[in-house]
């Protein structure tokens, strides 16, 4: 009896002790959390939410994100998730059954956006998806995310508006400084060339000309014609130099480079943010970083 009342004793005492002790972790585990479905919507997220959520990305940094395949670790996580944030405009292929397999609401962060839609190829009269290489999109994005973190949350639905203006303000700042570096370039070095044509909106915003060897990472992509269509672009235009992504080969490009004499201006960041230690840990840093690196390539001062 003794010995029995000794182990119920023994097994209160942990349960308490895990209660109190463990405080401050309990209080951080019961944030809700959110999932984006890559890194640099949760970096925005992340800005939105300060410290009231808890905001990961199912696809980690460096991932190929269009043709993504999710693990049994990445849906298991997901069931847990209160809210799942994705970008939509057929960005995420995966996402409608990867969705249907977890029971959490979701919310498509660029509803309100006006797409460019793609010119050519199989995507042709489809939304281009890479609507947030534009920062002025990026503002209806903190908006759908202030929105849905205030339903989520309504306890903290003052600190998510704050937040959302607070970084709204930071992207005018970087679009400013988007637009005013790139609009400096002589008109003949004013074209953008790069393996995926993910940079529509970007180039809108900087007045650059685009061209790409593949509309959207996929399985077709850089076959014979489509690269002879940007070597023909190069040489036409004498573009000083083109570029290639983070999250794909580079080898269509450099064959370009050799057909052409143009330089290799350098790796882009649009569909994933690099890690901590890289050069783009945050979406306002991917933008100034493409900025820099695309007039620095296009003027030669990278060469
Ligand atoms: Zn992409």
């Not at 759908?144 to 989520?152: G, P």
């Not at 970087?174 to 370039?185: A, K, M, N």
Request: with cysteine; net charge negative; proline share 5%.
């Amino acid at each position: 009896m003794a010995k029995t009342i000794r182990t119920v004793c023994a097994l209160a005492c942990v349960a308490l002790l895990t209660a109190c002790g463990g405080g401050a972790a309990t209080e951080g585990a019961k944030r809700p959390l959110v999932l984006t479905t890559f890194t640099v919507l949760a970096d925005i997220a992340a800005n939105v939410a300060g410290d009231k959520l808890q905001v990961e990305s199912i696809t980690k940094a460096g991932a190929e994100i269009h043709g993504y395949e999710p693990t049994p670790d990445d849906i298991k996580k997901a069931t847990k998730a209160d809210l799942i944030l994705d970008n939509g405009l057929n960005l995420e292929a995966w996402f409608a059954q990867f969705v249907s397999e977890v029971d959490a609401p979701h919310v498509v962060v660029s509803d309100g956006v006006a797409p460019i839609d793609i010119a050519e190829d199989a995507y042709r009269g489809k939304p281009n998806p890479h609507a947030w290489m534009s920062p002025m999109n990026v503002r209806i994005y903190v908006d759908n995310m202030v929105r849905a973190f205030s339903s989520l949350d309504q306890a903290h639905a003052a600190d998510f508006h704050a937040n959302g203006e607070n970084y709204k303000r930071q992207l005018q700042q970087v679009q400013d400084e988007l637009t005013g570096s790139l609009h400096r370039l002589p008109s003949n070095e004013r074209a953008l060339v790069t393996c995926e044509g993910a940079f529509s909106y970007l180039a809108r915003d900087a007045g650059l000309a685009e061209r790409y060897i593949w509309p959207v990472n996929a399985e077709q992509q850089a076959t014979p014609q489509q690269i002879t269509r940007a070597i023909e672009f190069v040489n036409q235009n004498k573009v000083p130099a083109v570029f290639c992504e983070s999250t794909v080969s580079d080898a269509p490009m450099r064959q370009v480079v050799s057909a052409t004499g143009a330089a290799f201006g350098g790796v882009l960041y649009v569909d994933s943010l690099s890690g901590p230690e890289g050069p783009v840990p945050t979406y306002l840093d991917l933008i100034r970083h493409d900025a820099r690196t695309i007039v620095a390539g296009l003027t030669g001062a990278a060469r």
